[in-house]
């Protein structure tokens, strides 16, 4: 679907954190690349810097920025949105200080989710305040173009059927640069939606198929939403983008009942059930797994927690059972 290294030779600058506007990032013609996680790798040098606490896909960026492996990039833009992600940006900037690593220069953005008029006025400043990091202006704001990158994967996710592995594996593509892809024919006869903590890869999707069941959306950071909503490309840019940030609904930062928003999801893909994984190192969002539970059990809809997981977890004899429980 991509070539990944061919995409980080060709990116301009990196980034980590899904609420990143790449309306700012790919202004001027410039392409850009979310920092990669290779699951498998060893990450020696990296675990003698961070705690155990980490989520395990800081390490192997970690490791892989020690390696100069992004040394291409100018800058990496790092989301305060993300506890990991910004954890993650003191960590490298102390270790360039000290001269242990070298690599791009780490930039932070800070987003304040709270609907008042303060986090809105904050919110622009942090757009402007990363516009100068980066060079950008106002006006040169790729709002248009990342408009259609939104739409069409919106479109895609209105259309999914069935085959999770496939839209997995898409979606993962779309964060490193612009996918095109065939969407697969065939439609599933239970519809699931997986929320929680993004996957490392497309285990818990190949586990539902194997289970005779597809993932059919996401309710995480990681869908094929992750773009957010639509950005006005009328009137001032700055605002028509601080605007469209404020209304995301995904996020550890991001307000509202996590149950309502949890029901209202898998009505919204008419899912038969959910999935509700979260990782050992997953500190924020276990503390909504009561609540979600018993908003989904209100609504009557099936579900299948799985709390404190390995992130390289194999789920296929809980899936299996659970579903077939479902089917009798």
């Not at 259609?148 to 640069?177: C, I, K, N, Y």
Request: proline share 5%.
């Amino acid at each position: 679907m991509i070539n990944l290294d061919t995409l980080l030779a060709e990116a301009d600058i990196g980034f980590v954190g899904l609420d990143i506007p790449l309306e700012v990032l790919t202004a001027n013609g410039r392409k850009a690349c979310h920092l990669p996680w290779d699951r498998e790798l060893p990450t020696q040098r990296a675990d003698t810097w961070l705690e155990s606490g980490f989520a395990p896909w800081t390490r192997r960026m970690l490791e892989d920025w020690a390696e100069r492996r992004f040394d291409r990039f100018e800058q990496v833009v790092f989301t305060r949105g993300d506890d990991n992600a910004q954890r993650l940006y003191y960590y490298i900037c102390e270790l360039q200080k000290r001269g242990e690593i070298k690599g791009p220069k780490p930039v932070i953005f800070d987003v304040a989710y709270i609907r008042r008029a303060t986090s809105a006025g904050r919110t622009r400043d942090a757009l402007t305040g990363l516009c100068a990091q980066l060079g950008v202006r106002s006006d040169d704001l790729a709002i248009a173009a990342v408009n259609a990158r939104r739409d069409v994967m919106t479109a895609w996710q209105a259309g999914r059927q069935g085959d999770g592995p496939f839209w997995e594996r898409l979606t993962r593509a779309s964060l490193f640069g612009e996918v095109v892809a065939t969407p697969p024919a065939g439609q599933t006869a239970r519809r699931i939606l997986l929320a929680g903590t993004p996957p490392p890869d497309g285990r818990l999707h190949d586990a539902v198929e194997r289970a005779g069941a597809s993932i059919i959306a996401e309710a995480h950071d990681r869908s094929l939403n992750w773009l957010g909503p639509r950005v006005a490309e009328d009137g001032d840019p700055i605002t028509a983008l601080a605007e469209a940030i404020l209304g995301r609904t995904t996020g550890a930062r991001t307000f509202g009942d996590r149950g309502e928003r949890l029901v209202a999801a898998a009505r919204a893909a008419h899912a038969d059930a959910v999935l509700l994984w979260l990782i050992e190192e997953e500190e924020s969002e276990v503390w909504h797994v009561p609540a979600q539970r018993a908003a989904l059990a209100a609504a009557g809809i099936p579900a299948l927690v799985l709390t404190r997981r390995a992130w390289l977890d194999d789920i296929t004899g809980e899936i299996t059972n659970f579903l077939t429980e479902r089917a009798a």
